[in-house]
Nanobody, 120 residues
Framework: VQLVESGGGLVQPGGSLRLSCAAF????????VGWYRQAPGKQRELVAT???????YYVDSVKGRFTISRDNAKNTVYLQMNSLKPEDTAVYYC???????????????WGQGTQVTVSS
């Protein structure tokens, strides 16, 4: 599965960005999708997921600020990020995911990601 992330950039603290994750094929319509991020010197972490039925999950640090959504007709998943903080600075990736209980696992190879930098 080829996944392409876009929408990153440089934004001031308190600003907003919307990331997009496009898939080539209809893989998203029947699978959960997750957004991950990796900050310099840190491990990649899961940020949010959305199931095929629309159920969402967010890591505590982004609850109330980030919103994950999907448009199956466009084979695209979005991550709306509001009230951005410097600690949100990272490369953001998307992937098809599967959960085993509360544990999520990425199923596909990683794309290039999109850089998000929050700085004044």
């Amino acid at each position: 599965v080829q996944l392409v992330e876009s929408g990153g950039g440089l934004v001031q603290p308190g600003g907003s960005l919307r990331l997009s994750c496009a898939a080539f094929g209809s893989i998203f319509s029947t699978n959960a999708v997750g957004w991950y991020r990796q900050a310099p010197g840190k491990q990649r972490e899961l940020v949010a997921t959305i199931r095929s039925g629309g159920t969402t999950y967010y890591v505590d640090s982004v609850k109330g600020r980030f919103t994950i959504s999907r448009d199956n007709a466009k084979n695209t998943v979005y991550l709306q990020m509001n009230s951005l903080k410097p600690e949100d600075t990272a490369v953001y990736y998307c992937n098809v995911v599967k959960s085993w209980g509360s544990v999520w696992t990425a199923l596909s190879s990683w794309g290039q990601g999109t850089q998000v930098t929050v700085s004044s």
